[in-house]
């Protein structure tokens, strides 16, 4: 049987682009040795399967015997590698500067100081000029290595000249270093949570915040330094709900790098990534006018060949951009124009399968199903819900796990699956208590649906608006707040209230957005 498993020479091979296969076939020519003519047989071979198999690769190439097969890809990955780095030096500064780096090695060795001196030199003018200063640090403690075991300048003060360079550039990183240590693990604790939900929490990651921020002159800050710090304020006002101060921070890590078009294109994907935290800042706050401003210059950055550049750029902005389009029309109350996005987003997770977190993957099956929902299709609502439901990993985005249950319920209730709606409140009882979700909004919707059975007809459209009228207080609750940034419960039940559908309640609420 055929082996359906994937393999990363093969991906490797897949993920090329034409110029990059060429770039190669030339690359390994160079030599004229013989095993290199095995290397593009096999090369060729993968390149032509539709799938990796390795007797239909074998039996392409014979002069490969079956247990010089390992060795033989392994060595093809190497050369593949090798032949990536040298096409992409030109486009990677780092990758630049650390073949700079080897050279002056080589010079060292081969005794001439002087010009391995003269390459450090201008690898860290360089390395400095880009923000690699951990590059940077490296040139200098080569200089150091040099000047210390060889006398090859007569610049009077050269030790101390070094000596202070060491310590500037190591103050640099120290300080990058803990601002991107904190933004990190920000983001690791709201990838795992999500927005504080109790006064508890809110204390405990405003004392971790406080406590690792280290005091600092912003305006005396290196450009990463800079960055990590807005990051930082990013994921931290996100995680206590205070989007005023996530937008500013937003837009600041944005206009840092429209301030530099060599790191915007150096760093696209840091680039990108403000985009993704300003835009999402915006649809928190319902701010629509600016939203659709931000969005038609992602939208052009998006045809930027000097940002979109590879397949790690076009993955990340794919994600966010049609998150961000999905965003608008739920703000627009146009649940319909979502749903028709909705085959080119999965042609696009099919394409990208395997490279794109599962986190992410999660949260556009509930958009999916948000979308559908809006629509007044439960049973579409109810089938992406299950891609969550049923994921394996809970502990990834435990908040999005249970609106997603809280949802389900509701849209079981709309369907009128009584038999199943049973079983699903228990389940979701159970999940949200072994969770830490237990809100006062999920407990109000499912004591709500436990005694839809017992409520009449003629009484059901009373006991929606005594609902309604506790959950609407419960919104103006920090700690209790948390579900509506996650379901949208209160236009639900004006549209059962007034019976009308959900969006046209939603496009009403659109007409009052600035």
Same mark, same amino acid.
């Given at each position: 049987? #055929?082996?359906?498993?994937?393999?990363? %020479?093969? !991906?490797?091979?897949?993920?090329?682009?034409?110029?990059?296969?060429?770039?190669?076939r030339?690359?390994?020519?160079?030599?004229?040795? +013989?095993?290199?003519v095995?290397?593009?047989?096999?090369? !060729?071979? =993968?390149e032509?399967?539709?799938?990796? !198999?390795?007797?239909?690769?074998?039996?392409?190439? %014979?002069?490969?015997?079956?247990?010089?097969?390992?060795?033989?890809?392994?060595?093809?990955?190497?050369?593949?590698?090798?032949?990536?780095?040298?096409?992409?030096?030109?486009?990677?500064?780092?990758?630049?500067?650390?073949?700079?780096?080897?050279?002056?090695?080589?010079?060292?060795?081969?005794?001439?100081?002087?010009?391995?001196?003269? =390459?450090?030199?201008?690898?860290?003018? *360089?390395?400095? !000029?880009?923000?690699h200063?951990?590059i940077? *640090?490296?040139?200098?403690?080569?200089?150091?290595?040099?000047? /210390?075991?060889?006398?090859?300048?007569?610049?009077?003060?050269?030790?101390?000249?070094? +000596?202070?360079?060491v310590?500037?550039?190591?103050?640099?990183?120290?300080?990058?270093? @803990?601002?991107?240590? *904190?933004?990190?693990? %920000?983001?690791?604790?709201?990838?795992?949570?999500?927005?504080?939900? +109790?006064?508890?929490?809110?204390?405990?990651?405003?004392?971790?915040?406080?406590?690792?921020?280290?005091?600092?002159?912003?305006?005396?800050?290196?450009?990463?330094?800079?960055?990590?710090y807005?990051? #930082?304020?990013?994921?931290?006002?996100?995680?206590?709900?205070?989007?005023p101060?996530?937008?500013k921070?937003?837009?600041?890590?944005?206009?840092?790098?429209?301030?530099?078009?060599?790191?915007? @294109?150096?760093?696209?994907?840091?680039?990108?990534?403000?985009?993704?935290?300003?835009? #999402? /800042?915006?649809?928190?706050?319902?701010?629509?006018?600016?939203?659709?401003?931000?969005?038609?210059?992602?939208?052009?950055?998006?045809?930027?060949?000097?940002?979109?550049?590879?397949?790690?750029?076009?993955?990340l902005?794919?994600?966010?951009?049609?998150?961000?389009?999905?965003?608008?029309?739920?703000?627009?109350?146009?649940?319909?124009?979502?749903?028709?996005?909705?085959?080119?987003?999965?042609?696009?997770?099919?394409?990208?399968?395997?490279?794109?977190?599962?986190?992410?993957?999660? =949260?556009?099956?509930?958009?999916?199903a948000?979308?559908?929902?809006?629509?007044?299709?439960?049973?579409?609502?109810?089938?992406?819900l299950?891609?969550?439901?049923?994921?394996?990993?809970?502990?990834?985005?435990?908040?999005?796990?249970?609106?997603?249950?809280?949802?389900?319920?509701?849209?079981?209730?709309?369907?009128?699956?009584?038999?199943?709606?049973?079983?699903?409140?228990?389940?979701?009882?159970?999940?949200?208590?072994?969770?830490?979700?237990?809100?006062?909004?999920?407990?109000?919707?499912?004591?709500?649906?436990?005694?839809?059975?017992?409520?009449?007809?003629?009484?059901?459209?009373?006991?929606?608006?005594?609902?309604?009228?506790?959950l609407? *207080?419960?919104?103006?609750?920090?700690?209790?707040?948390?579900?509506f940034?996650?379901?949208?419960?209160?236009?639900?039940?004006?549209?059962?209230i007034?019976?009308?559908?959900?969006?046209?309640?939603?496009?009403?609420?659109?007409?009052?957005?600035?």
């Amino acid at each position: 049987m #055929a082996n359906l498993k994937s393999d990363p %020479l093969f !991906d490797l091979i897949k993920s090329l682009t034409q110029t990059e296969k060429r770039h190669f076939r030339l690359f390994v020519n160079r030599s004229g040795n +013989t095993d290199d003519v095995k290397f593009i047989k096999l090369f !060729d071979a =993968m390149e032509s399967s539709k799938i990796y !198999d390795d007797k239909k690769i074998l039996n392409k190439v %014979l002069s490969i015997k079956k247990s010089q097969f390992s060795n033989q890809k392994a060595n093809l990955y190497k050369q593949i590698l090798s032949s990536l780095r040298h096409y992409h030096i030109g486009q990677n500064v780092d990758i630049q500067l650390r073949e700079n780096l080897d050279h002056a090695k080589v010079l060292y060795n081969k005794g001439f100081y002087q010009q391995a001196l003269k =390459m450090l030199g201008k690898t860290k003018t *360089l390395a400095q !000029d880009t923000k690699h200063f951990i590059i940077a *640090l490296e040139a200098i403690e080569f200089e150091k290595l040099i000047e /210390s075991e060889y006398i090859t300048r007569s610049i009077e003060n050269r030790a101390e000249e070094l +000596t202070k360079e060491v310590n500037l550039t190591t103050q640099k990183i120290a300080s990058a270093h @803990q601002l991107s240590n *904190l933004s990190l693990n %920000l983001y690791s604790l709201f990838l795992k949570n999500g927005y504080a939900k +109790t006064e508890e929490e809110f204390n405990s990651v405003g004392l971790y915040f406080e406590s690792n921020l280290p005091t600092v002159d912003l305006e005396e800050l290196s450009f990463y330094e800079k960055l990590y710090y807005h990051q #930082a304020h990013v994921w931290f006002n996100k995680i206590i709900q205070n989007f005023p101060n996530a937008y500013k921070h937003a837009k600041a890590w944005v206009e840092l790098f429209k301030a530099d078009e060599v790191m915007a @294109q150096k760093q696209p994907v840091l680039f990108i990534k403000g985009y993704r935290n300003l835009l #999402a /800042s915006l649809f928190q706050l319902q701010y629509y006018s600016q939203f659709c401003i931000v969005l038609e210059e992602v939208e052009a950055l998006s045809k930027n060949e000097l940002i979109v550049k590879d397949l790690n750029s076009e993955i990340l902005i794919f994600k966010f951009l049609y998150i961000s389009k999905i965003n608008k029309h739920f703000m627009e109350g146009q649940f319909e124009k979502g749903i028709e996005l909705i085959p080119e987003i999965l042609e696009k997770l099919k394409q990208y399968e395997g490279k794109i977190d599962p986190e992410r993957v999660l =949260m556009f099956y509930y958009k999916f199903a948000s979308l559908y929902f809006g629509n007044d299709n439960y049973r579409k609502t109810i089938f992406y819900l299950n891609q969550i439901v049923y994921f394996k990993d809970v502990k990834l985005r435990e908040d999005i796990h249970c609106f997603a249950r809280i949802l389900n319920l509701i849209a079981h209730f709309e369907d009128g699956q009584d038999f199943q709606l049973e079983y699903q409140i228990k389940s979701t009882f159970q999940f949200i208590g072994k969770m830490n979700e237990q809100q006062a909004v999920q407990r109000e919707i499912i004591q709500f649906l436990r005694k839809t059975g017992k409520i009449k007809p003629d009484e059901l459209k009373g006991e929606f608006i005594k609902l309604y009228d506790r959950l609407f *207080l419960l919104n103006d609750d920090l700690y209790e707040r948390r579900p509506f940034l996650y379901l949208d419960i209160l236009s639900y039940l004006k549209s059962r209230i007034d019976n009308k559908p959900v969006q046209e309640v939603v496009r009403d609420k659109f007409k009052m957005l600035k």
